[in-house]
């Protein structure tokens, strides 16, 4: 395709081009796309492109027929105004600067000026503010009196100024944010060392308890094997006094010692079914004393109630010991089991 063919062509789909970039525009919404501009970036913009600089040095570097040969290029691939350094509105402006007479190059920049307002206006919309100002940039080098430049470079000043301010606001939100998240981790903190000491206070009581507990339990236990001791002690001494006693008595060399003098009569276990029912009762029982003392034999004579003390009766009584008699004697002793009910 010539350098004329595409003049003709870019002017046959002027209008349409202009109304799809029109829709595409519209379906913008004139900024509701996210602004991708912060505040640091808004402050710290890249210098706003000039008309004297929008033209790479490649392109420029470009003779006339290369020139042509990459604009017919670019447009036929719909590269009309971007990316930057490859597009027909540089090589075309290239093209103007080299060849001023060119009508078909003129022409060709006034069907490519429209498109590349609405760019320029989608670009501002979407907060692209470097690209916005690449095309009015081109726009002006294309036509410095162009209608819709001095707008195009109001609404670039102003949509910066505004995508800066929101930058700001939502800097201060976040910085709000970061302090009121600061300001529940630090309550958090405070009540969780709250809780603890709580925890630790309650732990120090209970062990505090036990503790007092452990040693209750070991005193009276200390005191029941002192009372025990006490006790053995003191059958002890009355058996020895006994002993000592008939010792010291006067023989009877012609009666025989039968006599039973009771040393130790341990009182029996009363059974746990019995103290859980708290019943009470007693039994006969019918034993026999060695000559040493001791218990041989022992049998229930009679119990009321009937065998619910009857072992617990006669294992005490088997245990019992006497003073020594001449021969074994069998007697018969009611024991009684008092649940103190």
């Known amino acids: 395709m010539n350098h004329a063919s595409n003049a003709g062509a870019l002017r ?3 209008l349409g081009l202009v109304l799809v970039l029109g829709l595409g525009l519209v379906a913008c919404g004139g ?28 392109v420029t570097s470009m003779t006339p027929e290369q020139l042509r040969e990459a604009a017919s290029k670019a447009y036929n691939e719909n590269r009309l105004y971007a990316p930057a350094g490859d597009n027909a509105m540089e090589y075309y402006l290239a093209l103007r600067d080299k060849a001023p007479g060119d009508a078909a190059v003129s022409s060709a920049l006034v ?13 501002v919309a979407r907060d692209d503010f470097a690209e916005a100002q690449r095309l009015s940039a081109l726009i002006e080098k294309a036509d410095a009196q162009h209608p819709a430049l001095s707008r195009l470079k109001g609404a670039i000043v102003a949509q910066q100024q505004a995508a800066s301010q929101r930058a700001v606001q939502e800097q201060l939100s976040a910085e709000e944010e970061a ?6 981790e630090k309550q958090r903190l405070a009540d969780q060392q709250k809780q603890q000491q709580e925890a630790a206070r309650l732990l120090a009581e209970r062990q505090a308890a036990e503790r007092q507990a452990a040693e209750r339990q070991a005193a009276e236990r200390q005191a029941a094997e002192r009372q025990a001791a006490e006790r053995q ?7 020895e006094r006994q002993t000592a006693q008939t010792a010291a008595a006067p023989a009877r060399p012609a009666a025989a010692n ?9 009182a029996p276990a009363f059974p746990a079914e ?10 006969q029982v019918e034993f026999t004393v060695a000559p040493d003392g001791s218990v ?9 109630p009937a065998r619910v003390f009857d072992r617990a009766a006669v294992n005490a009584v088997k245990r019992w010991r006497f003073a020594p008699v001449d021969a074994p004697v069998t007697t018969r002793r009611t024991i009684t089991f008092n649940s103190g009910t």
């Open 179 to 184: 302090k009121r998240q600061a300001e529940l």
């Open 31 to 58: 900024g509701d796309e996210p602004a991708t501009t912060t505040a640091t970036e808004a402050g710290a913009a890249k210098p706003a492109a000039t008309p004297a600089t929008v033209i790479s040095g490649k």
């Open 12 to 14: 046959a789909t002027r």
């Open 111 to 123: 069907d490519l000026l429209p498109m590349t307002v609405i760019a320029t206006e989608q670009s």
């Open 258 to 266: 039968t006599e039973l003098r009771a040393l130790s009569t341990p």
């Open 296 to 304: 041989t034999a022992a049998r229930v004579v009679r119990s009321n």
């Open 233 to 239: 002690a003191a059958e002890r001494q009355a058996a």
């Open 274 to 283: 019995a103290l859980r029912a708290a019943q009470s009762g007693e039994v």
